[in-house]
């Protein structure tokens, strides 16, 4: 089985508004394209460090 993880990323929009956007995935890159998909303004995203990887 696969394991889902949570993903956070710091959301800049094009409008200069920043959101904390958290996406539950098989990995970053899946999430990344979630986020491109659902939100169109976006103007940058930074990844937050994941709980999962906060324990490694």
């Given at each position: 089985m696969t394991k889902l993880r949570e993903f956070?990323?710091?959301v800049l929009?094009?409008?200069g508004?920043?959101?904390i956007q958290t996406?539950?995935?098989t990995?970053?890159?899946l999430?990344?394209?979630a986020l491109y998909?659902?939100?169109t303004d976006i103007k940058s995203l930074q990844p937050?460090?994941?709980k999962d990887e906060e324990q490694r």
């Open positions: 956070s990323f710091l929009h094009t409008s508004e920043e959101t996406v539950v995935s990995s970053k890159d999430a990344k394209s998909r659902w939100i937050l460090v994941s």
